[in-house]
């Protein structure tokens, strides 16, 4: 039973921030959660939202903004005084703190408004560069985003983010053209038939985002391989998660 800490610690801490990786590692994850968008000049950083308005003291869009641009922000001080000054993490600066952990890594695809050419691309040189192919699963609610990644190394373990209740989802999964490792839908359609359709394809199912215990246990005993939560120390600290 995976327990990834989604956008780190983020249940405490800032989301996204080196501040919420290292305390996701402190906090014994088995998985980090993060997303990443391109700056205007090209480099891959942390972010869940397109603009900084919501976890910073600035306001725009990632893609309208420079790297150095962007590290003049803090992206702390909206969740705590305690973390005032935490700045944007470059993807590359997280590969960096966790190439040599035994920690899996879930770098999540952000697109839109805008869709890059290049960010698959640059994903994939950072994953080269720190030798981090093993540890890394790539997912997105973009697929066609997940198959231009794909279709530029098919080694690399491919995650399809489930928002929707989708009709025949295994026939869309077969017929997508990429065997994923993963699945990661949304907890509330998460049920029995797709973990029997899954397991048969051996595909891994890690329903998003699950911060209550009960409803942990409840989809542990359903027999999902992992789950995303916000609150990772709660998850393990309880045996249900822990005992095997
Ligand atoms: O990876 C699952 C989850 O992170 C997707 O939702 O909006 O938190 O990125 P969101
Ligand atoms: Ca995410």
Known sequence: MLIFAHRGASGYSPENTMVSFHKALEQHSDGIELDVRLTKDGVP??????????????????????????????????????????????LEEVLILLKNRDILVNIEIKNGPIIP??????????????????????SSFDHISLKKLNQLDNTIKIGFILHHNLIHLFDYIDNSGIKPYSIHPNHFYTNKEMLINAQKRNIRV???????LQLGEYYKNLGVDGMI??????????????SN
Request: hydrophobic content about 30%.
């Open 45 to 90: 950083v942390v972010c869940h939202d397109a603009t900084i308005k919501r976890t910073s003291n600035g306001k725009g869009y990632i893609h309208d903004f420079t790297l150095e641009e962007l590290k003049t922000y803090d992206f702390g001080s909206w969740y705590s005084d305690e973390f005032k000054g935490e700045c944007i993490p470059t």
């Open 117 to 138: 050419d290049h960010l698959e691309d640059e994903i994939l040189h950072l994953i080269y560069k720190y030798e981090c192919n093993e540890k890394v699963i790539v």
């Open 206 to 212: 890690f329903p998003y985002t699950i911060d209550d």
């Open 229 to 242: 939560t916000n609150k990772p120390l709660a998850f393990k600290q309880s045996n249900v998660f822990t």
